[in-house]
T-cell receptor, first 112, second 112 residues
Framework: KQEVTQIPAALSVPEGENLVLNCSFT??????LQWFRQDPGKGLTSLLL?????REQTSGRLNASLDKSSGRSTLYIAASQPGDSATYLC???????????FGGGTRLMVKP | ETGVTQTPRHLVMGMTNKKSLKCEQH?????MYWYKQSAKKPLELMFV???????ENNSVPSRFSPECPNSSHLFLHLHTLQPEDSALYLC???????????FGSGTRLTVV
């Protein structure tokens, strides 16, 4: 069964810290991997999309890496801010149909 | 606004009611999806439509009935739901794997 796991489930850090969120997946034959942000009770906002042929993507203070051989991706957030507080979701497309399988998310709290 | 609009934002219905959720995308995408997000569980794929044809029905009970009249609109018809069906229902669209998913803000459904 193709699964996506995110660790830790929750994380609390002081403002200004650099932090890393982890995502692992069971099948290395992926098509792409997408990181999302979800604020409480809201929909998902796409942060970064990494194709299977890519190693990393960057957007502002965010950097996502992909290591297919080890079945891992990381989301690096530099100089965290209270506004970064949200749940971060990792999702993997394991098939040509572009259907995403989601991890359980990491709930991030950045304290002022 | 992401370009994917879901209505209503909130819905409370009794177990004998019939209601419908609506999703509309203005992005020119050719695939649309319904996901269910329950408390403390990863997002679960329910239905996938590609070019208005249903390509995935992820073992969803028949009390949920999807409809895709055209590439811009997706409905989820609900009848005789159970309290455990209470969840956030999210609609998404995509063009292809190169561009990832765009999600709507969701419909918070409560079954009483």
């Amino acid at each position: 069964k193709q699964e996506v796991t995110q660790i830790p489930a929750a994380l609390s850090v002081p403002e200004g810290e650099n932090l890393v969120l982890n995502c692992s997946f069971t099948d290395s034959a992926i098509y792409n991997l997408q990181w999302f942000r979800q604020d409480p009770g809201k929909g998902l906002t796409s942060l970064l999309l990494i194709q299977s042929s890519q190693r990393e993507q960057t957007s502002g203070r965010l950097n996502a890496s992909l290591d297919k051989s080890s079945g891992r991706s990381t989301l690096y957030i530099a100089a965290s801010q209270p506004g970064d507080s949200a749940t971060y979701l990792c999702a993997v497309s394991f098939n040509a149909g572009n259907m995403l399988t989601f991890g359980g998310g990491t709930r991030l709290m950045v304290k002022p | 606004e992401t370009g994917v609009t879901q209505t209503p934002r909130h819905l409370v219905m009794g177990m004998t009611n019939k209601k419908s959720l609506k999703c509309e995308q203005h992005l020119g995408h050719n695939a649309m999806y319904w996901y269910k997000q329950s408390a403390k569980k990863p997002l679960e794929l329910m239905f996938v439509y590609s070019l208005e044809e249903r390509v995935e029905n992820n073992s969803v009970p028949s009390r949920f009935s999807p409809e895709c009249p055209n590439s811009s609109h997706l409905f989820l018809h609900l009848h005789t739901l159970q309290p455990e069906d209470s969840a956030l229902y999210l609609c998404a669209s995509s063009q292809d794997r190169a561009h990832g998913y765009t999600f709507g803000s969701g419909t918070r459904l409560t079954v009483v």
